[in-house]
């Protein structure tokens, strides 16, 4: 996968985060200190309904 990995402004310096990207129409989240470990894949509507119940708490 080529896509470009963010992490949250809010991990501070260590990064030590969780990691989102898009691809191929899908977001997918990964753990920042293992990046070759499992991917967590949600749906665009999916990711939406996510980050509009984090941003509610």
């Keep these: 996968m080529d896509s470009e990995?963010?992490?949250?402004?809010?991990?501070?310096?260590?990064?030590?985060?969780?990691e989102a990207c898009a691809a191929d129409g899908r977001a997918l989240m990964r753990d920042s200190r293992n990046?070759?470990?499992a991917l967590l894949d949600f749906?665009?509507?999916?990711?939406?309904?996510?980050l509009a119940e984090a941003h509610r708490l």
Excluded: F, K, N
């Design 43 to 50: 749906s665009v509507g999916a990711w939406r309904a996510l």
């Design 5 to 18: 990995w963010r992490t949250s402004s809010h991990s501070g310096a260590a990064g030590e985060c969780v």
């Design 35 to 37: 990046p070759d470990g």
